[in-house]
């Protein structure tokens, strides 16, 4: 059964051109990301430009957020999500400060369908996400980036609050801690998005970087072992 089902709220896939400055750094993500060191892969590699990393992780994000709430678009309707919601205590209205000036009270699948849509319309536009070598980004880039990581955070918190049973059905649970852990490494790495926001997972984002600070060092201490058993051999 394909579990990524096409429909109003799931977004096509965001695609990085290749040749491109933006897409080297793609692979370079993908590459740190598969060493397992969440701390190493979100950081700026050396000599790169802050703007280029922060375009290729907002849209790296964009497209795993956009397959992770494909997967419970079954579950996630007009009628058991009436309001945008992460739990009974966080409520989330609609604004995008252009055509909708005032905040909307909307269902969970309309909100997240006009906050991808939303969130399209800047990957879309090269004078805010240049796709060419050397365009410059808009002043207020950093700005931007903020205010989509802030509303993208919330999608992982409805999905985690209203579906996580859901998700664990679908055996979807790995996927999705994995992606939310990477996210928060790199959103606490660049201060992307404050810490009031971040409330309504609050217990376990310390338990997902606890973990992951414990499984760092581990490894790390590991291969310091490697190291000096190569030496030792070497004598």
Request: proline content about 4%; charged content about 30%.
């Amino acid at each position: 059964m394909n579990i990524f089902k096409k429909n109003a709220t799931f977004k096509p896939k965001k695609r990085i051109p290749e040749g491109t400055k933006q897409y080297q750094l793609k692979k370079y993500a993908e590459a740190t990301l598969g060493s397992g060191n969440l701390q190493l892969a979100v950081a700026l590699p050396e000599g790169e430009d802050l703007n280029e990393w922060l375009a290729v992780n907002t849209v790296d994000f964009y497209n795993q957020i956009n397959m992770l709430y494909g997967t419970i678009t079954d579950y996630c309707t007009n009628e058991s999500c009436s309001i945008m919601s992460a739990g009974r205590k966080y409520e989330y209205h609609w604004a995008d400060g252009v055509t909708v000036k005032k905040p909307l009270r909307v269902t969970a699948p309309d909100y997240i369908d006009r906050l991808m849509t939303w969130i399209q319309g800047f990957l879309d536009n090269d004078e805010v996400f240049p796709s060419r070598m050397g365009d410059p980004f808009p002043k207020n880039f950093a700005n931007i980036v903020k205010n989509i990581f802030k509303r993208l955070f919330r999608v992982y918190a409805h999905m985690y609050h209203d579906h996580f049973s859901q998700i664990v059905t679908l055996g979807e649970e790995a996927h999705l801690n994995t992606s939310f852990k990477h996210f928060i490494y790199f959103v606490n790495e660049f201060k992307l998005v404050d810490r009031k926001e971040l409330a309504p997972l609050k217990e376990l984002i310390e338990t997902l970087l606890n973990k992951g600070s414990g499984e760092e060092k581990t490894k790390s201490s590991e291969k310091k072992k490697k190291r000096k058993k190569k030496k030792k051999k070497k004598n």
